[in-house]
């Protein structure tokens, strides 16, 4: 089983609508990050959280770590918000980064 | 502009043949890290550097040579390419990698023929 499982794979959304991407991890961590990938492009850090919650702009990245869970939020998403984000993890004892599969994100117009 | 940079963002290489993937960042992070990205695998690291001197492998390293001999640049060495090693390369670098965020270079797209 990978330690970082992201849900669901794929989504579609239209425009306006309001976005959840879900990420669940098994070990103990220091900090999750959320990255974003466009189509052919670099990787771009979102947030990096260890608890509670942040904001920029329209996303909300939160975590429980109790329940060893994440999720990224959207809200009222555009067309641009098309992407791959990508969750992942720094395990405890300053180990690298562990990366989920990464949910491939529509919206659609 | 702050950042990493990675150089080439094309590369098409003959089976056998070898090169370096160019790495740099201005930021004095001390630590730097290669990933590979393919299709249905997401982000796997081949090598990683704590600081100038310190290299250690990572999930895939076969194939690969590392060095970290300053604390800007962390080239990757293909020893002798094989249609395997074709894949999105990217290398990243972070201040401290358990308390601040990692910044990505745009990714180096290597095809190997």
């Known amino acids: 089983k990978n330690e970082v499982e992201q849900s669901p794979q794929n989504l579609t959304a239209q425009e306006g609508e309001f976005i959840t991407i879900n990420c669940s991890y098994s070990?103990?961590?220091?900090?999750l990050h959320w990255l974003q990938q466009h189509p052919g492009g670099g990787i771009v850090s979102l947030f990096m959280?260890?608890?509670g919650k942040k904001k920029h702009g329209r996303l909300i990245a939160t975590i429980n770590i109790q329940e060893k869970h994440s999720s990224l939020h959207i809200t009222a998403s555009h067309p641009r918000d098309s992407a791959v984000y990508i969750c992942?993890?720094?395990?405890?004892?300053?180990?690298?980064?562990?990366f989920g599969k990464g949910t491939r994100l529509s919206v659609i117009a | 502009n702050a950042g990493v940079t990675q150089t080439p963002k094309f590369q098409v290489l003959k089976t056998g043949q070898s090169m370096t993937l160019q790495c740099a960042q201005d930021?004095?992070?001390?630590?730097m890290s290669w990933y590979r990205q393919d299709p249905g695998m997401g982000l796997r690291l081949i090598h990683y550097?704590?600081?100038?001197?310190?290299?250690d492998q990572g999930e895939v390293p076969n194939g690969y040579n590392v060095s970290r001999s300053t604390t800007e640049d962390f080239p990757l060495r293909l020893l002798s390419a094989a249609p395997s090693q074709t894949s999105v390369y990217f290398c990243a670098s972070s201040l401290n990698r358990d308390h601040y965020g990692y910044t990505f270079g745009s990714g180096t797209r290597l095809t190997v023929v």
């Open positions: 930021m004095n992070h001390e630590y």
């Open positions: 959280l260890s608890s």
């Open positions: 070990v103990g961590i220091s900090a």
């Open positions: 992942a993890v720094s395990k405890s004892g300053n180990t690298p980064l562990v």
């Open positions: 550097s704590v600081g100038a001197g310190i290299t």
